[in-house]
């Protein structure tokens, strides 16, 4: 991703952050809780259909990657 795309993203996830409050609250809350065995389940739900699922499995390799997640939070 170059620099104007990642300054354009910075933009766009500040608004949906605000128009969605509860979202960067629960994984704030969920953050300690995830350990490698962890399950991550997310359901979406359209307006006109059926939920669709799907889960990961947090293996030891994706620790890292959480990690940083974690510190772009904190930023």
């Known amino acids: 991703m170059n620099p104007l795309e990642m300054m354009k993203f910075k933009g766009m ?3 949906f952050v605000t128009r969605h409050p509860m979202l960067p ?3 704030a809350r969920i953050q300690p809780e995830v350990k ?5 389940e997310l ?3 359209p307006p006109d259909g ?3 699922k799907a889960n990961i499995k947090v ?3 994706d620790m890292e990657l959480l990690q940083m997640i974690k ?5």
């Open 71 to 75: 510190n772009m939070q904190q930023k």
């Open 25 to 27: 609250k629960f994984f």
């Open 50 to 52: 059926e939920p669709l």
């Open 59 to 61: 293996q030891a390799e």
């Open 13 to 15: 996830f500040e608004k």
């Open 36 to 40: 490698e065995g962890s399950v991550i």
């Open 43 to 45: 359901t979406v739900t």
